[in-house]
């Protein structure tokens, strides 16, 4: 179990910030930035006086988030609680402020805290821009991987998508990429961080801040199926969003954060079924825990990569829509693990298809 931290700002009745408001020698004042000219009298994290930004020049404040033997970072990482890591909410705004600059100091501290108390703990920040010096090997172990996985998959996979409120905030539709055009971006993002950084990052198809994958493909199963195949299939650690196995819709990122129907009427439960096919294949393989990238073909509407470890390979074949294609320069297939049948290094479907294969 993970536990979620926000170290960028705080709430508005958090007594920190109240202690703050009703005397001007309170020791907590020093947690925050102060400004005359703003018309709550202190800074919030994008101007909202409802958050509060936290300044981590005070060393009483470090000494109470990570730095003090029973601080928070610390405190629930030990017995009796043992979270196993920690997501760090606005990660890449936290100690940054105007011309100020002190994110490394602070994810170096939230880092050694989380190595004295548990030193297989994970450490990831959400992240939605992409600074290769967050990710040195230092600091956080990953990331949230939008720009790395996410924003390229609904590139190439978004088919009559039905969300509002833009793309990732930027006011237009989400872009049409070819399977060229979105493997480049996933080396891009992934050529200029450690190996170590890449697989220990979280990939997403969605998350509460976004639409629905549901509704960024139209509905349209057999590419939900294919984005959840290079959900589980691709290096890194894979992310589902509650109640995307189940069919869940959302235009918008308030709009996704649905209650789980438990009476289960409303579950896609062939989705939910061809899922669990595919974690059970995940949980089985070291080649996908384990093993390198390589990737085999790349064309506009398909692609397949191999993964490839000591003890197993696999290949992987990911098409948006139907498809008839010579797989060429791999082994030959021992067993299919999911998908068509490759018959003779030929890949054949009639839609939008995933296939797994090990190889010999």
Not at 57 to 83: F, Q
Not at 319 to 346: F, H, N, T
Request: net charge positive; glycine share 10%.
């Amino acid at each position: 179990m993970m536990g979620d931290l926000t170290t960028n700002h705080c709430g508005r009745e958090h007594r920190w910030l109240q202690r703050s408001l009703k005397s001007k020698k309170a020791k907590e004042r020093e947690f925050f930035y102060w400004d005359k000219s703003v018309k709550h009298g202190y800074e919030g994290w994008w101007g909202l006086a409802s958050l509060p930004k936290l300044n981590y020049n005070s060393k009483k404040l470090r000494e109470l988030m990570y730095e003090g033997k029973n601080s928070i970072v610390k405190k629930w990482l030990k017995k009796p609680y043992n979270l196993s890591g920690w997501r760090i909410d606005v990660g890449n705004m936290t100690g940054r402020y105007k011309g100020e600059d002190i994110n490394g100091e602070v994810i170096a501290g939230v880092r050694k805290a989380l190595q004295e108390s548990n030193s297989q703990a994970w450490l990831v920040a959400e992240n939605a821009d992409h600074f290769p010096s967050d990710l040195d090997g230092f600091g956080w172990h990953g990331t949230m991987n939008y720009n790395g996985f996410m924003r390229p998959i609904w590139g190439w996979l978004n088919h009559r998508a039905e969300v509002e409120k833009a793309f990732f905030g930027v006011p237009v539709s989400i872009p049409r990429f070819t399977a060229g055009e979105m493997v480049s971006a996933m080396k891009e993002f992934s050529s200029t961080i450690p190996w170590r950084n890449f697989v220990s990052s979280m990939l997403l198809l969605d998350s509460h801040d976004t639409a629905r994958f549901r509704n960024v493909v139209g509905r349209d199963i057999k590419r939900h199926i294919a984005g959840m195949g290079l959900l589980l299939t691709y290096p890194g650690v894979p992310s589902i969003y509650a109640g995307d196995e189940l069919g869940v819709e959302g235009q918008w990122g308030e709009d996704g954060r649905r209650t789980i129907d438990w009476s289960r009427q409303s579950w896609d439960h062939e989705f939910l079924s061809e899922v669990s096919k595919l974690i059970k294949i995940r949980r089985q393989s070291h080649a996908l825990a384990q093993g390198g990238l390589r990737w085999i073909l790349i064309e506009d509407d398909l692609l397949a990569f191999e993964r490839e470890s000591k003890r197993e390979k696999l290949l992987v074949v990911v098409s948006r829509s139907a498809q008839k294609c010579k797989i060429e320069g791999i082994d030959e297939v021992k067993q299919r693990l999911y998908g068509p049948e490759l018959k003779g290094q030929i890949y054949k479907s009639d839609s939008a298809s995933l296939g797994i294969y090990r190889l010999l």
